[in-house]
């Protein structure tokens, strides 16, 4: 009654049997590539996006719930008013994201006190200066965002106006 075709077979046995008979390329679900099946596969995969060895980029899960970029079309009801409008997502500071930097006294000798009075005089704004002294020339100190923080770091040596001292920022 049965001519063997209803019999269950092993998935490989079942891909070559199918395969063979049909005429078609055997299409592999690993590697998601024709020519040959899963069970066959020595396909090293590879994704670009997170760098994981174990799929590829169209099966990352990173890739698909990424929002995709695009643009929108806007003001195209006026003739010469059209123009592309690029949505991007604002970036949130987590809260490891903390702007400290290192202060090294290059020359001559500062307080506590002293390098405060500088940072107040340097950088704008009512930000509490919280130094802490690490070492004889060494302190340390939260900045308020990171632009004056990149600032203070690319401006090289520092000559103060008090105590007579040079120093120089580093960021932690």
Known sequence: MS????????????????????????YCFRCLTKGHVAMECATELICEVC????HVK?????????SKLHA????????????????????????????SATIYVIEGELSTSQVTGELERLIT?????????VDKKI???AFPSQTDLQRMVEWGPLQTKQGNAKMIFEER
């Not at 760098?51 to 174990?54: F, L, M, T, V, Y």
């Not at 169209?58 to 990424?66: I, L, P």
């Open 72 to 99: 929108n079309l806007c003001g195209y009801g006026v003739e010469g008013l059209g123009f592309f409008h690029i949505p991007h997502a604002t970036k949130i500071r987590g809260k490891k994201s903390v702007l």
């Open 3 to 26: 001519n063997g075709k209803d019999v269950a077979e092993s998935s490989a046995q079942g891909a070559s049997k199918a395969n063979t008979n049909s005429g078609k390329t055997p």
């Open 58 to 66: 169209s099966r990352c899960t990173v890739f698909k719930t990424a």
């Open 139 to 141: 302190f340390k100190v």
């Open 51 to 54: 760098d994981s060895k174990e």
């Open 125 to 133: 704004g009512n930000w509490h200066w919280a130094v802490q002294q």
